[in-house]
């Protein structure tokens, strides 16, 4: 009965948006969380563990997901927009492949733990593939990596076009007259790629570092697509952190007590997320603040 009533409560808490600090006990020290983000933000791998068949995004970077306000779904699960391509957008944030402002100028969103430093038991995500920038996706072959419908011969995997480089993804994209977004390629990144993998990861984190100034900031970020999981799976789920940057703490503070209704009891931190100040000063910075957390 007790715990019933606890519950009861706690749903009560969740659904209101000025909602008392819940406290708790933390599983996990949210300042450790900072300090690991900042560290794998600030490093430059190429792959991991010196293996060709490791993309770098394995061990190293931030992988991002900006999301909207609560709008009918729980913000980790997908959409059904998403369910149906197959992939979910993400972006891989890291010193070398960095940019000033979240996708589509969203204030918060949620951080997966690279996949070789994942819980024990948690879903092993699968990434498909990257676009340097901003690959207007929802309009492209299933599940996102494919061709736009804009552009249907020269969108392609960049693979199957012949497109292995930095320097040919940039000649290819930035073609005159053409709209950039929709008519690059992606560098193919999954399992089958085999020892190809992380050449191929590397070469789109060069790409982001070549691409020309000026492209539109709602759109500057790359595009990592990740395999579209199951809805109703919050505990399996390999989230390190809900995230916020300026106007975005209030829905972090939701989610990450809506996180601890669903899967009864296990707390994510909260981190503020200060971006770079110019395309020049890749100085993003990751802070815990134990005021921010609406689970203490």
Sequence with gaps: MRNLVFLILLVLLTGCSSSPVINVSHTSSGASVAASLQERYNE??????????QPAFLCS????????????????????????????????????????HLPWDRTNGYILYPVLSR?????????????????????????????????????????????????????HTFTPEVDSFRYQCSFD??????????????????????????????????????QTWSPGIPR????????????????????QRDFYAQTTNKVVPIIKLIMPTSPQNNNARFEFHSKDQAIQ
């Design 61 to 100: 970077g931030v992988l991002l997901r900006a999301t909207d306000t609560p709008n009918g779904f729980h913000v980790w699960d997908p959409s059904p927009a998403a369910i149906e391509l197959g992939g979910m957008s993400f972006s891989f944030f890291r010193v070398d492949a960095s940019f000033q």
């Design 236 to 255: 399996q789920l390999p989230i390190e952190a809900f995230f916020y940057v300026a106007g975005g703490l209030e829905v972090a503070q939701h989610n």
């Design 189 to 226: 990144v999954r399992d089958a790629m085999n020892e190809l993998a992380s050449d191929s990861f590397y070469q789109a984190i060069r790409a982001i570092g070549l691409k020309p100034v000026g492209l539109p900031t709602i759109n500057d970020f790359s595009e990592v697509i990740i």
């Design 119 to 171: 819980p024990e038991g948690s879903l092993q995500t699968m990434v498909l593939c990257v676009f340097p920038i901003d690959g207007a996706t929802m309009e492209r072959d299933k599940p996102g990596c494919g061709a736009s419908g804009s552009y249907p011969l020269n969108s392609k995997r960049c693979q199957t076009m012949g497109i292995t480089t930095a320097e040919q993804w940039v000649r």
């Design 44 to 53: 430059t791998k190429n792959k991991c563990n010196d293996s060709p068949s």
